[in-house]
Every structure is written in structure tokens, then in C-alpha cells.
């Protein structure tokens, strides 16, 4: 594909009404942005509902000319973006997917090793019944983790337990409810992401749980939604913006014809804040 575009496309496809709520892609859009600035290039962003109307988005742009390249996350397994965007011809780089072993550029996170951290942490506090509310499923880095979390608990000899949510804060409380509503709840649970952690403890605070005296709550991806909660939420934090300087980095190295290359976003790392402790009782 020839194009005289200056713009990067980004195709999100997830409902719109969740951009204003995750800081994740917030802070990785300016990341991204801050870095194609120093080329004068600018990001395109897009939200669709699902995978086939993000594919129809990337042939409009193909057929325009609109883009030099497009930026792609949220990978699941055998995703059919990529063979599309290999036909249209549109160079691509790929962020977070479950493996370094990609024909694209991309920036990769050892979703398996931080989950590992996070369940050794729980368990060095004395936790021994864990639960883990994911995200979608469906998605590779989802996968990555559930795997390494059920993996890790087994062999540390304690019970860990997976319920889907979709990253809302509803999905959040749903969740929360059914887990802290069985006969032997858990002591400590793990939340795909921030907004869904401040639902659950909400929820918490609900039923009279008190957090962390009974339960220790543990977030993905470090926000001040986070920071500012009461109690504060211990996090697995990484540096989103960092990584979107990274990605922005490598679409630039990508369009000045440099070789496909895996980059390695930093480790998320874990911050103990007040909502994990021992078990109490």
C-alpha cells in the first residue's frame, strides 16, 4: 500500500462509553501521540462494537490512502485482523500480545509473570482461597493470565478461582457478589483492572466485608482511581504511558523501514497499598 498519510490509525473495539472510564487507553493514546508528534504525525482513532467492523474500518483506510500504518491491541487467538492487514498491505504493529513470536512489530508484556507475581504475593500475606474476576476471555493477554493464575495457585497447593467480567464497573459488582456470596469466599481477589477493583470494593463495603481485615483486593493496571480509594488499592502498576512512548516508537521505526522487531514493555510491578494484608481469623 502507497499513502501519503501522516496519520496512525487506532481501531478500538469496545464500547465507547468505556473510554471515559479506564485510564488505560487514555494514558496509552498519549503515549502514542506524544512520540508520532516528533514526526508530525498524528493518531486516528476509531471505536467500533466489534472485530469484523474494526476489519471494514482498516479497508476504508487501505482503499483512502488514510493511514501509513495502524496500531492493534487486544489480540484473541487466530485473530483474523492480522491476515486482513497483511492483504491490505498496511504496516502494523501489534501491542500486548501473548507472545514475542509475531510477523509483526510489537510491543509484548509477560502477562504470566506478573500474574505469578501477584498470586506469591497474596500468598506469602497467608491467603489461601484466591479468586480472580478477568476481563474478556476471549482476549489472548486474558488467557495469559487466567492460565498463570490457576497454574500458580495449584502449585502453591491453594484454591483459585476465575470469574469473567468485561472490565465495567458493573461486570465489577456482579462478580464481587457471587464470589463474596458463597459458602467458602475468598480471602483475597484479583481484578483485571482498576474500575472493576473499586466496584468490588464497593461492594465490600455493602456487605459489611471489611477490607482488608477479612478480604485483600488487588487491581490491574495502577490509575489514581486506584491511589484514591479508601482504603488505597494495592496494584499491579505499569507505566501505560511509558509503553505508549514504546509503541509510538516502534510505529516510527516500522515506517522509516526498519526490521519487524519485539519490544519488551517494562514488568508490571506490584504496589502494596491498603487493601491487602493477612487474613484475619
Do not use: K
Not at 497483511?86 to 500486548?96: A, D, F, M, Q
Amino acid at each position: 500500500m502507497t499513502t501519503t498519510a501522516d496519520a496512525v490509525g487506532l481501531v478500538l473495539a469496545r464500547p465507547a462509553r468505556m473510554l471515559g472510564l479506564e485510564p488505560f487507553f487514555m494514558e496509552l493514546i498519549a503515549g502514542i501521540e506524544e512520540t508520532l508528534a516528533i514526526e508530525d504525525r498524528s493518531l486516528l482513532l476509531h471505536v467500533v462494537p466489534d472485530h469484523e467492523a474494526e476489519i471494514l474500518a482498516y479497508h476504508r483506510w487501505g482503499a483512502g490512502g488514510m493511514v501509513a500504518a495502524v496500531v492493534v491491541v487486544n489480540l484473541v487467538p487466530d485473530d483474523p485482523r492480522l491476515p486482513a492487514l497483511t492483504g491490505l498491505g498496511i504496516p502494523t504493529v501489534v501491542v500486548g500480545g501473548p507472545t514475542r513470536e509475531l510477523p509483526f512489530a510489537n510491543v509484548w508484556i509477560d502477562n504470566a509473570q506478573a500474574m505469578r507475581d501477584a498470586v506469591e504475593h497474596l500468598v506469602a500475606l497467608g491467603h489461601t482461597r484466591l479468586a480472580r474476576v478477568s476481563g474478556p476471555a476471549a482476549l489472548a493477554h486474558t488467557q495469559a493470565r487466567t492460565e498463570a493464575f490457576v497454574t500458580r495457585c495449584a502449585e502453591l497447593g491453594v484454591e483459585g478461582t476465575v470469574v469473567e467480567g468485561d472490565y465495567s464497573e458493573s461486570s465489577g459488582t456482579h462478580a464481587t457478589r457471587g464470589l463474596l456470596g458463597r459458602g467458602e469466599a475468598p480471602s483475597a481477589i484479583v481484578y483485571d483492572n482498576d474500575v472493576m477493583a473499586i466496584a468490588g470494593l464497593g461492594v465490600a463495603a455493602e456487605l459489611g466485608v471489611p477490607v482488608p481485615g477479612r478480604l485483600s483486593l488487588l487491581a490491574w493496571d495502577d490509575s489514581a482511581l486506584c491511589r484514591l480509594a479508601h482504603p488505597p488499592l494495592s496494584a499491579m502498576s505499569l507505566d501505560v504511558h511509558a509503553m505508549g512512548v514504546l509503541v509510538g516508537d516502534c510505529v516510527l521505526n516500522v515506517l522509516a523501514g526498519g526490521p519487524v522487531a519485539s519490544y519488551a514493555a517494562p514488568l508490571p510491578r506490584l504496589v502494596a497499598r491498603g487493601s491487602t494484608a493477612p487474613p484475619v481469623g
